[in-house]
């Protein structure tokens, strides 16, 4: 992704999403280029995230605690409890499904963000929103579908870059809580990248000791992004 090829926008201060006493700011790549598609991969190599049709990386102040991580498919091995995880949930069926709105995933949605997120914002979300969140007209997404016969328990929001999949959002039956369907989500998508040829699994952002960001770390041999590009976490 070469800079003078594309041009970046910095977002107003804004409340973190993740510490509620810090001011957040992002870098954002400009919305309206025609070329997000093909920019997509160079910029997950760059350690930016998709949320929507907006392929941003934090730029704040005062904090660099958001730090841009992925799993190395070549090598990845599940731990004991990632193990247990793919045992409890070996009764579901998974589909490669296109992305896109129904009424199905929809409800599920509601009720996962009703029931995890009280509060916080998204907790009230539309039919809209859920388009403008999980997909883009650019984006190379697909919905992995985790099912009990034929009711949807979960949905991981997938996007399929030629450099590696990138895991932009799960949601799934807050009822279900036992069967972890975040983790099974992620080992899923692993599993869908090693079958794919795919060298990484992007998860976004991890933040060191955050009570809902540190278990990407469990997903080992990880990758983080420093200044000097991508090392191994230890």
């Known amino acids: 992704m070469r800079s003078d090829h594309v041009r970046l926008f910095q977002t ?4 973190c999403g993740y510490f509620a006493e810090r001011t957040a700011q992002n870098l954002v790549i400009d919305p309206a ?13 760059r350690g930016f995230r998709r949320a929507g049709g907006h392929l941003y990386f934090p730029h704040c102040a005062h904090c660099n605690a958001c ?26 069926q998974i589909t490669e499904s296109m992305a896109g709105y129904n009424a199905e995933r929809y409800d599920l ?17 539309d039919a809209s929103d859920f388009r403008r ?22 949905v991981a929001v997938t996007d399929i870059c030629l450099n590696g999949l990138s895991a932009v959002y799960t949601f799934f039956d807050p009822d279900e809580e036992a069967r972890s369907l975040g983790t099974y989500a992620i ?7 090693r079958r794919r040829g795919l060298p990484w699994v992007y998860l976004g952002f991890w933040i060191k000791g955050h009570p809902k960001m540190d278990y990407k770390q469990r997903f080992k ?3 983080i992004r420093t200044s000097h590009g991508w090392t191994h976490l230890p």
Not at 187 to 193: G, I, K, N
């Open 12 to 15: 107003l201060p804004h409340t």
């Open 33 to 45: 280029s025609p070329q997000l598609d093909q920019l997509y991969g160079a910029a997950l190599e």
């Open 67 to 92: 730090t841009p991580c992925r799993v190395d498919v070549e090598h990845f091995k599940p731990d004991r409890s990632q193990r247990r995880c793919m045992k409890r949930n070996a009764d579901l």
């Open 109 to 125: 949605y509601e009720r996962y963000l009703r029931r995890r997120h009280l509060g916080g914002g998204m907790d009230e979300a």
């Open 133 to 154: 969140f999980l997909t883009a007209p650019w984006s190379p997404t697909l919905f992995l579908e985790f099912r009990l016969g034929t009711r949807l328990l979960g």
């Open 187 to 193: 080992l899923q998508q692993v599993e869908l990248a």
């Open 221 to 223: 041999p990880m990758q």
